[in-house]
């Protein structure tokens, strides 16, 4: 059991990674209210594994976490979108969680994948998905709206099993984005710290029970049912006993720091694509000191474009030995991390074959924008040049 002292320093150094965002929806004084939504149930499964049920393995775990945070933080609200065996529409999720005005949104969910040896947790937050890999699993958490009556209507025409449907997410301007990124991280970091488990990082996809809420939110795959051990890991006591308790502990860093910090009118810093699928070493979890200086952080004048290959806790060398050949590979220090970006360009249609060729290696890669050598939305920067 971490004692008040490295608790407080844990809370302390999170404060400092969220230092440069703006807690967007919490007014201090009123509880503080978390909604747990279990994933699937009644007529819909979700994955399945001999007799083990994805339905039944996130509720019991929606009801333990819930239990936790009602005994370790008196005075928090707890809601459920569901608190036994029904099905509930996405809609009504989102429905749930907006109508009680909550301050976050957790839904459960456990995995499976073609690959039985695969393993782990990662946590998702809404976006654009940058992988195959993580459009399969938003296709698969999707395919619930299919059990629901006039779907088409109620999803504006969307099918979860059309690529092209998701189009629609690469639109989302998310307010919640970098506070749903920052819950995440922390999720992961205790899934690997104190649950043990295979750490998959924090990766954006278009999950339409993310889309609709007004808070931050995330959607957490607790392990894969695909996976024979961790099946009969995520149905064991011990499993979700280590897996609740995981959970709660990020979230109980994540409320204090956002009620500790919630009046700080302070700009975000960079959009919610710079801390997805980070590559995490496997060190100590501590934050990194920054360096004094890195001489391939030269600053350039005006706008230029980059493509961030990763984000690691520890550095690396850049040579091109260590990043697939590709050349030439900066770094720069970000939020007790190192960012990893390849090339420097002035045309954007010139970063995008950059990229291209990066994402033959990296396929989670992706373009950013510098300006006076500071990080800014891409977008901005694009809709600068339209104008």
């Known amino acids: ?87 509930i529409p996405l809609h009504r999720r989102a429905a749930i969680a907006n109508s009680s005005k909550a301050d976050l949104f957790i839904s459960l969910h456990a995995n499976y994948c073609s690959t039985p040896s695969i393993s782990g947790t990662e946590t998702f937050v809404l976006g654009l998905h940058r992988s195959k890999e993580n459009l399969e699993v938003a296709k698969k ?9 006039d779907y088409t209507t109620r999803y504006e025409g969307f099918d979860p099993n059309l690529p092209e449907s998701y189009i629609m997410f690469e639109m989302v301007q998310d307010e919640y984005l970098n506070q749903s990124i920052m819950i995440g991280a922390l999720m992961q970091e205790q899934f690997k710290n104190r649950a043990a488990r295979k750490d998959r990082g924090v990766k954006q996809a278009g999950f339409l029970v993310l889309r609709k809420i007004g808070m931050p939110g995330i959607l957490v795959e607790a392990g894969f049912l695909s996976n024979s051990n961790e099946a009969q890991y995520l149905n064991s006591e011990r499993g979700q006993t280590s897996l609740a308790t995981a959970i709660c502990q990020a979230f109980k860093l994540y409320k204090s720091a956002v009620e500790t910090r919630s009046d700080f009118r302070l700009v975000a810093q960079g959009r919610a694509e710079e801390n997805v699928n980070p590559v995490v070493s496997e060190g100590e979890g501590e934050v990194a000191e920054e360096p ?96």
């Open 292 to 387: 004094k200086a890195i001489p391939e952080q030269a600053v350039d004048e005006g706008i230029y474009f980059s493509v961030q290959l990763a984000v690691t806790s520890s550095r690396t060398d850049p040579t091109p030995a260590n990043f697939k050949g590709l050349q030439p590979v900066y770094v720069i220090p970000y939020n007790g991390r190192y960012k990893y970006l390849y090339a420097r360009e002035r045309s954007y249609r010139e970063i995008q074959k950059k990229n291209a060729e990066a994402r033959r290696f990296y396929p989670d890669a992706f373009v950013v924008a510098f300006k006076n050598g500071k990080q800014v939305p891409l977008k901005s920067v694009l809709n600068q040049e339209k104008r």
């Open 141 to 149: 958490e999707n395919a619930v709206i299919l059990m629901e009556e």
């Open 1 to 87: 059991m971490e004692s008040k002292r490295w608790l407080f320093l844990r809370v302390f150094l999170f404060t400092l990674f969220v230092g440069h965002v703006t807690f967007a929806g919490y007014s201090q004084g009123k509880a503080f209210t978390v909604v747990i939504d279990a994933g699937h149930g009644g007529q819909d499964p979700g994955a399945v594994y001999r007799n083990i049920r994805e339905k039944d393995v996130v509720l019991r775990l929606a009801l333990k976490l819930g239990s936790y945070i009602k005994q370790n933080m008196p005075g928090t609200k707890v809601i459920y979108t569901r608190d036994r065996d029904v099905f």
